[in-house]
């Protein structure tokens, strides 16, 4: 493959192959894409919570079907030549539907996603994510990788409970299984102290991605020390500050003196109908029953 997309890729893997590391803009549809690319980032990153806002207007509880999330992240990458990642969550579904899923994304131009070891969307009997065995995960992780046609495309093995459920002995048990999976880079969820950080580095040899750092670690020359070559601003979204603007405008566009939200989660719950989507998990999730 070559051209564009080519392009975008090896753009990419540079970043993952540097000593630095990136804060990527958070992106959520063309325009902002557009944006980042014309403010000057290196890369962008496409949560699947954004997909879920942008496409449903629902909560981030694994609703977004594949070919939502597909059709999505195309109208993103067609409007820019900027790198894009997206959290791909469990890959929607087991190993097989993986394979198909990388093999969706490659089609569309992404340069790389995070799959995940949670269990989404939630099983009957809990209404919160759980791990999935390490061996399932591992599985997933490989038909991933062999589901690629292009090797530029990267996959990333993502944990996102395993500190907080399993501890660090856990999560390095975890990340080397995904490393002998084959990906490409390891993101971590959950990272507190910058002892984690350094024991993780010390155990595993890929690249790494985190989320937002805790602020003992949010230092960009440190984490790049650590092979952290991505690491999420901690500033607010741009998706965030969009809301709350759109909320705005429209109260005043009305001019009949309706109150503008202050209180941005409360009224992100609101217009997602999440305790609509809660009061259903409750009912069709646990046994009523007892």
Do not use: W
Request: one cysteine or more.
């Amino acid at each position: 493959m070559s051209g564009p997309i080519a392009r975008r890729r090896e753009a990419y893997r540079a970043i993952l192959a540097g000593a630095g590391c990136v804060r990527p803009a958070i992106i959520y549809d063309p325009l902002s894409a557009r944006m980042a690319e014309d403010i000057g980032y290196e890369l962008g990153m496409i949560p699947g919570s954004d997909v879920a806002l942008s496409v449903l207007g629902a909560p981030d509880i694994a609703l977004v079907t594949m070919s939502e999330f597909v059709d999505q992240v195309h109208r993103m990458t067609r409007a820019t030549s900027m790198p894009l990642m997206a959290d791909g969550d469990h890959g929607y579904g087991n190993a097989i539907n993986v394979r198909r899923f990388i093999r969706e994304l490659e089609t569309v131009g992404l340069c790389g996603v995070t799959i995940e070891d949670t269990e989404l969307p939630a099983a009957y009997g809990g209404q919160k994510s759980r791990l999935i065995p390490v061996e399932e995960a591992g599985g997933k992780l490989r038909a991933a990788c062999a589901g690629r046609t292009d090797p530029r495309f990267v996959i990333i093995g993502r944990t996102n409970l395993a500190l907080a459920e399993g501890g660090l002995d856990e999560t390095i048990a975890r990340l080397r299984a995904y490393e002998a999976a084959g990906v490409d880079a390891l993101f971590l969820q959950g990272l507190k102290t910058r002892q984690q950080l350094e024991a993780i580095s010390n155990a595993v040899s890929l690249p790494l991605v985190t989320p937002k750092p805790a602020a003992e670690l949010d230092d960009s020359q440190y984490l790049a020390s650590q092979r952290v070559r991505i690491a999420f601003p901690s500033a607010r979204k741009a998706m965030t500050a969009a809301i709350d603007a759109a909320h705005g405008a429209l109260v005043a566009m009305r001019g009949d003196g309706a109150a503008i939200a202050t209180d941005h989660a409360a009224l992100l719950r609101r217009l997602t109908r999440a305790d609509d989507f809660d009061a259903a998990r409750r009912d069709y999730l646990t046994d009523q029953a007892g």
